[in-house]
């Protein structure tokens, strides 16, 4: 299997980088805020993803006949890797998780509606799968969808919906068959966040992004609005789960932390002896290099699972997400190992080194092993899709 880019694909890759740098924004692009929270959510970073709509880099994968290039999604990669080196906003749920699966699934009137808008960085979305007694087990969702006349009222509770609180839409999935099989009595709803049934609690995290819990009272939802068919909804965010794995936890960020972290053992002291000639600190910085590189080999390897087309690749973006996150969590826990009581420091205190990157970088790496699917969850679809492990092994 051949992990390099083709040369066309590098001609693209390096124009990218080249752009980022020419339109390089310190507003915008801040390496403080860290994988998870690059979103646009402010003026500034949502006139940021205007100008890459203008240059034709969002939904290149998808089929011309829906406004896209028709391309590998090797290219999706590249410009999503090539934005988060350069601490831009990602390309985001309108692209991969809602488009992807309205050009899959959705009716004629949905995709005429939201595709031409998500190619023109003109709407952003955020998704409501985890409620308090549903987080990774997406199959527990309770929120209920009652059929009424002309569409369904929603009433409920969502937790952790990361966008909630500058979103314009509402991805959401719902139980609208509580007499069916779990898996079979959810559907994917869209509804405009400004809804008068819809009541957003913003909630901070350990991390520097917010999160938000969402209630639901008697929120009407008209029939043209539910995505796919009825009780499909399970299935079709299984399918953008493999997606958000993929695209919202990108290897760059950990490559980045590795490099700086590299860096400053170069030239650090402790008890006036250089921290390089410390075995112990020789031993962690020669399994994170290494780790790095095996997580740069799960992610080439998801992009070549995915060039045969169809359905996101399961196993791989497990795998991936798994890896990737964890290694994160793990970078910045060494880096703080290695700086001693120092490394405490918050950003902008006096002292703190290479910045209080990696204290900041710690907290918010609790949230990457949770949001898209916990670890423990990843774990349990590798043993069984992956190995073949029953439920309960």
Known sequence: MDFDFSPVEQAFADEVDAWLVENHD??????????????????????????????????????KEYGGKEIEGVYEYILNEALS???????GKGVGIIGKTLIRHGSDKLKKEFLPKVLDADVEF???????????????????????????????????????????????????????????????????MDHPGLEVQSLPTIGKDTTNQVF?????????YLVGRRGRGFHMISEALDLERFTMFTLSPIAHRT??????????????KPLKDDPNVRRTIAQIV????????????????????????????????????????RVCKDALDIQGHEGTLMEGQEDAPILGRFEGAYRATMNETVGGG????????????????????
């Open 290 to 329: 290494t780790d790095t590189a095996v997580a740069k080999g799960l992610s080439t390897r998801f992009v070549c699972a995915a060039k045969s087309g169809g359905k996101p690749p399961t196993i791989e973006s497990s795998q991936y997400k798994l890896f990737t996150t964890t290694l994160s969590q």
């Open 259 to 272: 490099e700086v972290l590299v860096d400053w053992v170069k030239t650090a002291k402790r008890d006036d």
């Open 216 to 224: 639901f009272e008697n929120v009407f939802v008209p029939d043209e």
């Open 126 to 192: 955020a998704v409501g799968y985890s409620e308090p007694a549903a987080g990774s087990d997406a199959a527990n969702m309770q929120l209920k969808a009652e059929k009424v006349e002309g569409g369904y009222l929603l009433n409920g509770q969502k937790m952790w919906t990361t966008s909630a609180h500058f979103a314009d839409w509402y991805w959401v999935g719902a139980r609208t068959d509580p007499d069916k099989p779990r898996h079979d009595g959810l559907s994917l709803f869209l509804i405009p």
């Open 26 to 63: 310190p507003v915008v692009m801040d390496h403080h805020r860290e994988n998870f929270s690059q979103l646009s959510d402010t003026p500034e970073r949502r006139a940021f993803m205007k100008k890459l709509a203008a240059k034709g880099w969002l939904g290149m994968s998808w089929p």
């Open 374 to 393: 916990s670890s423990e969850i990843q774990k349990n679809i590798i043993a069984r899709r992956h190995l073949g492990l029953p439920k309960n092994f």
């Open 85 to 91: 080196k350069h601490a831009a906003p990602q390309i």
